[in-house]
């Protein structure tokens, strides 16, 4: 007798969808996140420039992850000795500029590779991820051999979902280049020998096309977060009065990175005065000793003894992404406390007096993390 319980063969081959279609609503329950290649580019020398075409992805542009290899060939013979900023000097320049032109990431390598993320807020958080040795990914280089491994994003999105690039358009897309510094300028004017080669990929994090919803996209779609290395001015002589200033940018300022060097082009602290004062159009808006200034980064960005993260030499990082915390949160931030400019405002940091430089002048360049909205700036939680 034939058995009942059977299910017949049309209701068990009957398709299953994968995922459930949302309602309209808010673009990220309509979108998914996810990844792609998007080039692998091997056997770089030292000094040349990379600058393959991106190629498209159905959706949006959250951000570029890069992973420098650097391969043995030989050995390194002479003098070695990395440069301080190594391994993110890799590339004296990196720059991701739109579809149209206009430059959204551009700088030197320690920067860029290095500073975006730690201050940034757009990749790893306040327990340690936001220092690229402290990832599974990386592998230090060997002062034998030249061979390492770091990984980092080039952040678009600076809140969730906001800040995106179209991605789905071929001819519309953004351009990506990276220049190699020169061998010695990484391990030192004395070394020679057989340098490594580089190796570079480069993936993409994106959120998709919305399934079956006409009419979503990502909150302000056309709303940039620009970062830029710019030269403040004058110089800084040991123990002067000087009031150092930015050059004029405008837009909405999330991260003010001050970055100096001495005149060997090293990193140094001691050219920080002991009070501090940060000026915006004339007025002191921030007045601290390097001690208390130290503690805010310390609680914004997780330095300390609980994580290996330290504040890199001769950086200080004004923070304006603890809208919701005392820390910065990376993409959870409404935006309220972002500092709004426009193209006359006037940044400057007073020395009075600066330390004692053992190699004066120093210079001061600026790091900045700067938002350009599609009309008004969105603030709150746009993407709920």
Known sequence: MAN???????????????????????????SQAGRAPIYNVTGGSFGGTVTQPLVARPGYFRNFRVTHTLTTTGTLTGTVSLNADAPYNL????????????????????????????YGGSFGLGNGTNVPANLPSYSAISTTTGAGTFSYSLPLEFSKAYGVLSAANASLLPTLQFNYNTATNIFGSSSTGVYPTIGTQVDTDFYWLPEGTAGVEPPGLGTTRQWQVVQANPQISSGASARVQFPRLGGYLDTVVAIVRDSTGARTDS???????????????????????????????GFGSQVSATR???????????????????????GEVFLSTNPATLLELNFSPAGTISNSPATLSCLVGQIVPTGALITGLPEL
């Open 4 to 30: 009942s319980q059977n299910a017949t063969a049309q209701e068990a081959g009957r398709p299953q969808p994968q995922t459930t279609v949302e309602p309209a609503g808010p673009f990220v329950r309509n």
């Open 271 to 301: 050219a920080w005065p002991s009070r501090l004062q940060w000026y915006v159009d004339g007025v002191p808006l921030v007045d601290t000793t390097m001690p208390e200034l130290y503690d805010d980064m310390a609680i914004q960005y």
């Open 312 to 334: 890199p030499t001769g950086t200080i990082a004004f923070c304006r992404k603890t809208s919701l915390n005392q820390q910065s949160l990376g993409l959870l931030d409404t």
């Open 91 to 118: 590339n004296s320049l990196i720059q991701v500029k739109d579809a149209f032109g206009t430059p959204l990431l551009v700088g030197d390598g320690f920067s860029i590779s290095y500073l975006v993320g730690l």
